[in-house]
């Protein structure tokens, strides 16, 4: 089973991900982060692992899990 956890100090909420995920996992959120970003969340249930999302964040904010 494949997740990811978004870095929410480091998102800068510009929604590249959001679109990038094939499974629409990444949504843009309701909360800011302490530079003031509106920064997205992610789903657990579904991740098939692509990487994607990690690829097109451009501050590294997205790290993919595998657990078996
Ligand atoms: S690894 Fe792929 S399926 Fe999983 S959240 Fe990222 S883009 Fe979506
Ligand atoms: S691509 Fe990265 S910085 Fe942009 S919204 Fe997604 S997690 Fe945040």
Do not use: Q
Not at 41 to 47: F, I, N, T, V
């Amino acid at each position: 089973m494949f997740y990811i956890k978004v870095d929410s100090e480091l998102c800068k909420g510009c929604l590249l991900c959001v679109s990038e995920c094939p499974k629409g996992l990444i949504k843009s959120g309701n909360n800011f982060n302490s530079k003031g970003w509106l920064v997205v969340s992610a789903e657990a249930e579904g991740c098939t692992g692509c990487r994607r999302c990690v690829t097109v964040c451009p501050d590294l904010a997205i790290k993919l899990y595998r657990e078996n």
